[in-house]
């Protein structure tokens, strides 16, 4: 059976330990070079940037979120071995493991990080399809005689890269299409990888629960709990026709999954659908300057975000949580995109003034959706507010210092409410 080295990547016959360097982290599939879609999936990656910027971290229990009322963004090993997960409240994790380390998210460092990974990554293939941060397909078909080794051997040596080169570790899942590579991915983790062939494709997922599709959350698995559907065997004794007049459009790609098909492309041009920001305070809050603080912060942090990557939204969307956790929501269409950090925020202000007080509330965001490329935006005047071209111009001066000496170069008065 073909067998890869991790650790050497030297290619061999199965045996417990690699024949070259004697290691034991070894990976053997009778498809392992016949195989070319991949999914690679960083380890805790928010935590694991910390630990290695503060090797005094190395051991600890790490969670990275905002403060008691807010929830967990990721979580190290550490700390999930107690029961610590993503989304999690942060005062049910501290009850968990209390002897935790809370560290706000430093998103600079984190997207540093995960450019330095793209950039590898590219180096390998063009055909990148990135899921966030720390996650992405990669189609690698073609590509030995490029390298000169088969795609699993490229995808070792990436790994092998990102603990050498930045510090951090990934776990790999390789099949013949998107739904079973991200599966496999999940398998053995972290620093795995894993590989499910197309021979093994209907055995394998058999008796796996259907809560391993990407995106099945509790409200989709109580659906199909209703209709006695818990594992993919149970999906398979359903007629397409009958899933798709069950669940509509899913029912159709529940049909194909059930049987690990899967023709989705690896896309590197799959568009960025939203922009947007939010903040959960420790405590709820009425406070109105405390709130439009809050809002215009968020409004610079989405129109940094639109600007480095040229999108400017034709919608901007406002959101509030109440204590009793219930949500409202508002959106307003633009004549004009924006990515003008003003924009949002007085589009946004609007919205929350409409909603009146309704509060107190534990929770703020607000974003802009509809993207489209920035070339063309924020361009025309607004015959109604003829100040704001002064604003606009205004901004893009700020904009051109803050990027010189420092984003706390310029504040604006209401972001120091």
Request: glycine share 8%; hydrophobic share 40%; with cysteine.
């Amino acid at each position: 059976m073909p067998a890869l080295c991790r650790d050497c990547l030297s290619q061999f016959d199965t045996g417990r330990r690699c024949p070259t360097c004697g290691g034991p982290r070894i990976v053997a599939h009778p498809e392992l070079f016949s195989l070319s879609i991949a999914h690679m999936d960083c380890d805790a990656f928010y935590a694991s940037v910390e630990k290695r910027d503060d090797p005094s971290l190395q051991d600890k229990p790490v969670i990275i979120g905002g403060g008691r009322r807010g929830v967990v963004s990721t979580a190290c090993y550490v700390a999930r071995i107690r029961g610590v997960r993503s989304a999690m409240p942060m005062f049910q994790a501290l009850k968990l493991c209390p002897e935790a380390v809370i560290i706000k998210p430093r998103m600079e460092a984190y997207v540093e990080a995960s450019r330095a990974i793209r950039d590898m990554m590219s180096e390998m293939t063009p055909d990148i399809e990135p899921l966030s941060l720390d996650e992405a397909f990669m189609d690698l078909s073609g590509t030995e005689r490029l390298h000169g080794c088969p795609p699993a051997v490229m995808l070792a040596r990436l790994i092998r890269r990102m603990r050498s080169e930045l510090g951090l570790t990934g776990s790999i899942g390789l099949s013949h299409n998107k739904f079973l590579a991200k599966v496999a991915s999940d398998l053995d983790k972290p620093h795995g990888f894993s590989v499910i062939g197309a021979a093994e494709t209907n055995d394998f997922l058999r008796d796996k629960p259907v809560r391993m599709i990407w995106g099945v959350g509790p409200a989709a698995q109580a659906s199909f709990d209703k209709a006695g559907i818990r594992t993919f065997a149970d999906l398979l004794r359903w007629e397409r026709t009958e899933l798709i007049a069950r669940f509509g459009t899913t029912g159709d790609r529940l049909w194909h999954l059930a049987r690990g098909q899967d023709a989705r492309r690896v896309s590197s041009n799959s568009p960025m659908k939203s922009i947007s920001n939010e903040t959960t305070f420790n405590e709820d809050t009425n406070d109105p300057d405390l709130l439009d603080g809050h809002l215009w912060r968020m409004a610079e942090k989405v129109a940094d975000r639109a600007k480095a990557k040229d999108l400017a939204g034709r919608v901007v969307t406002l959101k509030l949580k109440r204590s009793d956790h219930s949500l409202l929501s508002k959106r307003l269409s633009l004549r004009d995109a924006t990515q003008m950090a003003d924009t949002i925020y007085r589009t946004a202000r609007a919205l929350f003034d409409q909603i009146g007080d309704q509060g107190p509330y534990r929770l703020l965001g607000c974003g802009i959706s509809d993207l489209i490329e920035a070339t063309g935006a924020d361009r025309s005047g607004d015959l109604l507010d003829p100040l704001a071209k002064r604003r606009s111009d205004a901004e893009r001066a700020t904009d051109k210092i803050r990027a010189r000496f420092g984003s706390d170069a310029i504040l604006k008065g209401r972001a120091l409410r």
